[in-house]
Nanobody, 125 residues
Framework: VQLQASGGGLVQAGGSLRLSCAAS????????LAWFRQPPGKEREFVSA????????FYADSVKGRFTISRDNAIHTGYLQMNSLKPEDTAAYYC???????????????????WGQGTLVTVSS
């Protein structure tokens, strides 16, 4: 599966952005989607993940209550709605896919074999 992330940009603190992740190519069997981010000068970190049917959803503590992950399997697109953005949310955001689905715990980046290019989110104070 190939992934294309989009929707990043510059926004003021308190603002909102919606990221999209369009999948193409091998979209079967079902796959889990996740978002990771890499702040400037820091390591990549988990943001959120969703199973194929949407029955399993995980969020990092830092984004709970502000970010919402969703997906539309009919058009093979995942979304990350980001509200109440903070300067510390500034990062390159990556979407990732795994054919192995999600387990009972927050997934690690090693569990995802397919990655899109990053889309940059900059939150100004």
């Amino acid at each position: 599966v190939q992934l294309q992330a989009s929707g990043g940009g510059l926004v003021q603190a308190g603002g909102s952005l919606r990221l999209s992740c369009a999948a193409s190519g091998r979209t079967s069997p079902n796959y889990a989607l996740a978002w990771f981010r890499q702040p400037p000068g820091k390591e990549r970190e988990f943001v959120s993940a969703i199973s194929w049917a949407g029955s399993l959803i995980f969020y990092a503590d830092s984004v709970k209550g502000r970010f919402t992950i969703s997906r539309d399997n009919a058009i093979h697109t995942g979304y990350l709605q980001m509200n109440s953005l903070k300067p510390e949310d500034t990062a390159a955001y990556y979407c990732a896919a795994s054919y192995y689905g999600l387990g009972p715990a927050i997934p690690h980046s090693d569990e995802f074999d397919y990655w899109g290019q990053g889309t940059l989110v900059t939150v100004s104070s």
